[in-house]
C-alpha cells in the first residue's frame, strides 16, 4: 500500500512521531525518532472519515500511548493522489 499522507507529531519525552496514512486515511506505518535513533511505533487512525480525526502511536521509546488530532485538510501529501 502506497501512502498518501504523512502526519507528524511529538511525543511527551520529545521523540518525533511519523504515521504514514493511506488515502482513506488509514495508517499504514507508523514510526518514532528519538536522539538519531529510529523505531516502529504501532499507531492507529480514530475516526479517519471524518474531518479532525485522531492518531494514536504507541511509542517505543517511553511506553506512552500518544493522541494527537490532525485536520485532514492540513495533513502533508506524499507521493501522488490516485487517479
Ligand atoms: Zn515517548
Redesign the pocket.
Known amino acids: 500500500m502506497t501512502p498518501s499522507y504523512v502526519a507528524t507529531s511529538r511525543?511527551?519525552?520529545q521523540?518525533s512521531l511519523t504515521a504514514q496514512l493511506t488515502e482513506q486515511r488509514f495508517v499504514v506505518s507508523g514510526s518514532?525518532l528519538l536522539l538519531g535513533r529510529r523505531e516502529p511505533a504501532p499507531a492507529h487512525s480514530v475516526h479517519p472519515e471524518k474531518d479532525v480525526f485522531d492518531i494514536g502511536w504507541l511509542?517505543p521509546?517511553?511506553g506512552?500511548n500518544?493522541l494527537r488530532t490532525f485536520a485532514a485538510s492540513a495533513l502533508t501529501r506524499v507521493g501522488r493522489p490516485a487517479a
Open positions: 511525543c511527551e519525552c521523540a518514532a511509542c521509546f517511553c506512552r500518544t
